[in-house]
């Protein structure tokens, strides 16, 4: 398994070939969260390096 940590709680998993996108994508700072840097942000959204072909996106709150 590979956790890769994005920003705030912002994960990637990887196990198994599947991989599952965790409250990564944050646009808005609010105290004390950050938001996903934006070179992150851009590869996330044009599915590229670690973030190509993400199986599953969870937010688990908003």
Same mark, same amino acid.
């Given at each position: 398994? =590979? ?7 912002? %994960? ?5 070939? =599947?991989? =599952?996108?965790? &409250?990564?994508?944050? !646009? ?7 938001? !996903?840097?934006?070179?992150? %942000?851009?590869?996330? %959204?044009?599915?590229? #390096?670690? #973030?190509?072909? =993400? &199986? #599953?996106?969870?937010? !688990?709150?908003?």
């Amino acid at each position: 398994m =590979i956790i890769k940590y994005i920003s705030s709680s912002g %994960l990637l998993i990887c196990e198994n070939n =599947i991989k =599952i996108l965790i &409250d990564a994508i944050n !646009t808005k700072s609010v105290f004390p969260f950050s938001c !996903t840097p934006l070179n992150i %942000l851009e590869k996330i %959204l044009n599915d590229e #390096y670690d #973030y190509k072909n =993400i &199986d #599953y996106i969870l937010f !688990t709150h908003v």
